[in-house]
Protein backbone atom coordinates (compact mmCIF):
# COMPACT_ATOMS: atom_id res chain seq x y z
CA UNK A 1 0.00 0.00 0.00
CA UNK A 2 1.61 3.58 -1.22
CA UNK A 3 1.67 6.20 1.59
CA UNK A 4 0.42 9.46 1.61
CA UNK A 5 2.18 10.68 4.67
CA UNK A 6 5.10 13.57 5.44
CA UNK A 7 8.11 12.57 3.44
CA UNK A 8 9.49 16.28 4.39
CA UNK A 9 12.81 16.93 5.88
CA UNK A 10 11.18 19.43 8.37
CA UNK A 11 7.40 20.38 8.74
CA UNK A 12 5.72 23.12 9.90
CA UNK A 13 2.92 24.87 11.85
CA UNK A 14 -0.53 25.44 14.24
CA UNK A 15 -2.15 28.95 15.50
CA UNK A 16 -0.39 30.48 17.97
CA UNK A 17 -0.93 32.01 21.15
CA UNK A 18 -3.48 34.71 21.31
CA UNK A 19 -1.92 36.92 23.76
CA UNK A 20 0.43 39.53 22.42
CA UNK A 21 4.19 38.47 23.36
CA UNK A 22 7.11 41.29 24.45
CA UNK A 23 8.89 42.48 21.65
CA UNK A 24 11.70 39.78 20.35
CA UNK A 25 14.61 40.72 18.85
CA UNK A 26 16.57 38.75 15.99
CA UNK A 27 18.84 37.25 18.11
CA UNK A 28 16.14 35.96 20.94
CA UNK A 29 14.37 34.41 18.01
CA UNK A 30 17.34 32.54 16.44
CA UNK A 31 18.58 31.83 19.97
CA UNK A 32 15.06 29.83 20.52
CA UNK A 33 14.55 28.41 17.01
CA UNK A 34 18.70 26.86 17.61
CA UNK A 35 17.39 25.32 20.65
CA UNK A 36 14.02 24.11 18.95
CA UNK A 37 16.24 22.50 15.78
CA UNK A 38 17.77 20.70 18.86
CA UNK A 39 14.47 19.25 20.19
CA UNK A 40 14.15 17.99 16.91
CA UNK A 41 17.25 16.23 16.42
CA UNK A 42 16.02 14.82 20.31
CA UNK A 43 13.00 13.62 18.69
CA UNK A 44 11.22 15.45 21.26
CA UNK A 45 8.37 17.12 19.63
CA UNK A 46 6.53 18.72 22.50
CA UNK A 47 9.66 20.21 23.67
CA UNK A 48 10.03 22.56 20.37
CA UNK A 49 6.27 23.79 21.02
CA UNK A 50 7.30 26.39 23.72
CA UNK A 51 10.66 27.31 22.49
CA UNK A 52 9.24 28.92 18.99
CA UNK A 53 5.66 29.71 20.24
CA UNK A 54 6.83 33.05 21.39
CA UNK A 55 8.26 33.44 17.60
CA UNK A 56 5.49 32.68 15.85
CA UNK A 57 3.46 35.33 18.08
CA UNK A 58 6.36 37.60 17.63
CA UNK A 59 5.98 37.12 13.58
CA UNK A 60 2.19 37.58 13.54
CA UNK A 61 2.99 40.64 15.95
CA UNK A 62 4.71 41.94 13.26
CA UNK A 63 2.86 41.38 10.35
CA UNK A 64 -0.30 43.14 12.02
CA UNK A 65 1.45 46.57 11.77
CA UNK A 66 3.57 45.97 8.60
CA UNK A 67 4.18 43.54 5.51
CA UNK A 68 6.96 41.50 7.43
CA UNK A 69 8.42 38.77 4.95
CA UNK A 70 11.72 36.22 4.95
CA UNK A 71 14.13 36.35 2.04
CA UNK A 72 16.89 33.27 2.18
CA UNK A 73 19.81 35.53 0.26
CA UNK A 74 20.36 38.69 -1.05
CA UNK A 75 18.92 37.89 -4.90
CA UNK A 76 15.60 37.05 -3.01
CA UNK A 77 15.85 40.06 -1.09
CA UNK A 78 15.81 42.39 -4.03
CA UNK A 79 12.75 40.45 -5.57
CA UNK A 80 11.04 41.01 -2.34
CA UNK A 81 11.53 44.06 -1.80
CA UNK A 82 10.39 44.69 -5.13
CA UNK A 83 7.14 42.70 -4.48
CA UNK A 84 6.09 44.14 -1.39
CA UNK A 85 6.40 47.58 -3.23
CA UNK A 86 4.19 47.01 -5.72
CA UNK A 87 1.42 45.15 -2.94
CA UNK A 88 1.77 49.03 -1.16
CA UNK A 89 1.19 50.74 -3.68
CA UNK A 90 -2.55 48.77 -4.40
CA UNK A 91 -3.03 48.74 -1.08
CA UNK A 92 -5.55 52.49 -0.03
CA UNK A 93 -4.56 52.23 3.41
CA UNK A 94 -1.27 53.95 4.78
CA UNK A 95 0.97 50.37 5.73
CA UNK A 96 4.91 49.95 5.47
CA UNK A 97 7.37 46.64 4.66
CA UNK A 98 10.13 44.97 5.99
CA UNK A 99 12.60 42.06 5.42
CA UNK A 100 12.80 40.04 8.68
CA UNK A 101 15.42 37.42 10.39
CA UNK A 102 14.58 34.22 8.60
CA UNK A 103 14.41 32.80 12.50
CA UNK A 104 10.81 34.31 12.92
CA UNK A 105 9.50 32.44 9.34
CA UNK A 106 11.22 29.36 10.75
CA UNK A 107 9.63 28.95 13.86
CA UNK A 108 6.20 28.22 12.67
CA UNK A 109 8.09 26.13 9.99
CA UNK A 110 9.32 23.85 12.70
CA UNK A 111 6.33 24.50 15.15
CA UNK A 112 4.35 22.80 12.15
CA UNK A 113 7.01 19.91 11.59
CA UNK A 114 6.22 19.10 16.14
CA UNK A 115 2.61 19.25 15.67
CA UNK A 116 2.42 16.77 12.71
CA UNK A 117 5.11 14.65 15.11
CA UNK A 118 2.32 14.84 17.36
CA UNK A 119 -0.63 13.94 15.81
CA UNK A 120 -2.18 17.27 15.65
CA UNK A 121 -2.90 17.15 11.81
CA UNK A 122 -5.28 20.32 11.82
CA UNK A 123 -3.03 22.76 13.79
CA UNK A 124 0.02 21.82 11.71
CA UNK A 125 -1.98 23.63 8.53
CA UNK A 126 -2.05 27.18 9.62
CA UNK A 127 1.61 26.71 10.81
CA UNK A 128 2.43 25.64 7.48
CA UNK A 129 0.66 28.50 6.00
CA UNK A 130 2.23 30.92 7.90
CA UNK A 131 5.77 29.71 6.97
CA UNK A 132 5.13 29.45 3.35
CA UNK A 133 3.49 33.54 3.02
CA UNK A 134 5.96 34.59 5.21
CA UNK A 135 8.60 33.33 3.19
CA UNK A 136 6.74 34.00 -0.32
CA UNK A 137 10.07 33.00 -2.17
CA UNK A 138 11.06 29.41 -0.21
CA UNK A 139 10.77 26.58 -2.29
CA UNK A 140 11.19 24.35 0.78
CA UNK A 141 8.36 25.53 3.15
CA UNK A 142 6.01 25.43 -0.18
CA UNK A 143 6.97 21.69 -0.74
CA UNK A 144 6.03 21.14 3.14
CA UNK A 145 2.30 23.19 2.54
CA UNK A 146 1.89 20.72 -0.65
CA UNK A 147 2.87 17.49 1.58
CA UNK A 148 -0.19 18.62 4.20
CA UNK A 149 -2.37 18.19 1.19
CA UNK A 150 -1.02 15.17 0.08
CA UNK A 151 -1.55 13.50 3.48
CA UNK A 152 -5.26 14.89 3.83
CA UNK A 153 -5.77 13.56 0.03
CA UNK A 154 -6.77 16.77 -1.13
CA UNK A 155 -5.39 15.80 -4.17
CA UNK A 156 -5.37 18.65 -6.74
CA UNK A 157 -4.52 21.97 -3.71
CA UNK A 158 -1.53 19.57 -3.74
CA UNK A 159 -0.45 19.16 -7.44
CA UNK A 160 -0.85 23.11 -7.18
CA UNK A 161 0.96 23.89 -4.58
CA UNK A 162 4.16 21.38 -5.49
CA UNK A 163 3.66 23.03 -8.63
CA UNK A 164 4.08 26.91 -7.48
CA UNK A 165 7.35 24.71 -5.14
CA UNK A 166 8.59 23.75 -8.56
CA UNK A 167 8.25 27.42 -9.76
CA UNK A 168 10.04 29.44 -6.45
CA UNK A 169 12.96 26.61 -6.89
CA UNK A 170 14.06 28.95 -9.92
CA UNK A 171 15.07 31.63 -7.19
CA UNK A 172 17.18 29.42 -5.04
CA UNK A 173 20.82 30.55 -5.90
CA UNK A 174 22.34 27.23 -4.55
CA UNK A 175 21.61 24.92 -7.04
CA UNK A 176 22.03 21.98 -4.72
CA UNK A 177 18.56 23.09 -2.92
CA UNK A 178 17.15 24.12 -6.46
CA UNK A 179 17.76 20.42 -7.79
CA UNK A 180 16.73 19.11 -4.25
CA UNK A 181 13.34 21.26 -3.88
CA UNK A 182 12.19 21.00 -8.20
CA UNK A 183 12.65 17.14 -7.70
CA UNK A 184 10.72 16.91 -4.85
CA UNK A 185 8.42 18.95 -6.10
CA UNK A 186 7.90 16.95 -9.20
CA UNK A 187 7.65 14.12 -7.50
CA UNK A 188 4.92 15.30 -5.47
CA UNK A 189 3.19 16.01 -8.88
CA UNK A 190 3.54 13.04 -10.22
CA UNK A 191 2.12 11.22 -6.97
CA UNK A 192 -0.85 13.20 -7.15
CA UNK A 193 -1.46 12.82 -10.74
CA UNK A 194 -1.37 8.77 -9.78
CA UNK A 195 -3.88 9.91 -7.55
CA UNK A 196 -6.15 11.40 -10.12
CA UNK A 197 -5.55 8.70 -12.80
CA UNK A 198 -3.37 10.42 -15.15
CA UNK A 199 -0.62 7.85 -15.22
CA UNK A 200 1.09 9.46 -18.51
CA UNK A 201 1.55 13.26 -16.69
CA UNK A 202 2.65 10.95 -13.54
CA UNK A 203 4.90 8.90 -15.74
CA UNK A 204 6.52 12.53 -17.25
CA UNK A 205 6.68 14.54 -13.65
CA UNK A 206 9.06 11.22 -12.87
CA UNK A 207 11.10 11.02 -15.42
CA UNK A 208 11.94 14.93 -15.30
CA UNK A 209 12.65 14.75 -11.67
CA UNK A 210 14.72 11.87 -12.45
CA UNK A 211 16.52 14.15 -14.69
CA UNK A 212 17.07 16.69 -12.15
CA UNK A 213 18.43 14.32 -9.54
CA UNK A 214 19.07 10.71 -11.07
CA UNK A 215 18.31 7.15 -9.23
CA UNK A 216 16.41 8.49 -7.13
CA UNK A 217 14.89 5.43 -5.55
CA UNK A 218 11.60 6.74 -5.12
CA UNK A 219 10.89 7.89 -8.26
CA UNK A 220 11.89 4.76 -9.47
CA UNK A 221 9.54 2.73 -7.32
CA UNK A 222 6.76 5.12 -8.38
CA UNK A 223 7.71 4.40 -12.17
CA UNK A 224 7.43 1.00 -11.71
CA UNK A 225 3.99 1.25 -9.64
CA UNK A 226 2.61 2.87 -12.69
CA UNK A 227 3.96 0.04 -15.17
CA UNK A 228 2.30 -2.47 -12.54
CA UNK A 229 -0.88 -0.70 -13.21
CA UNK A 230 -0.46 -0.54 -16.77
CA UNK A 231 -0.44 -3.92 -17.09
CA UNK A 232 -3.56 -4.53 -14.69
CA UNK A 233 -5.40 -2.43 -17.84
CA UNK A 234 -5.46 1.00 -15.80
CA UNK A 235 -4.75 4.18 -18.51
Known sequence: MRKTGYLAAIVLLTTAATAHAEPMTPEAAREAVSKAMDEIRKQNPAGVLPLVDPVVVALQDQQSKQISQCADDMTQAILLSAMQAAALKKQDEAKSAALIDNAYCLAPFLKGFALIDLHRWDDAEPMLRLASESAPLNAQFRNEYAEWFKAMKQWQKAHDVFEEAYGLGEFESDEANKKANQARALRGMGFTEIEMGDLDKAEKSFKKSLKIIPN?????????????????GKS
Open 216 to 232: HEGAKIELQYIANLRKK
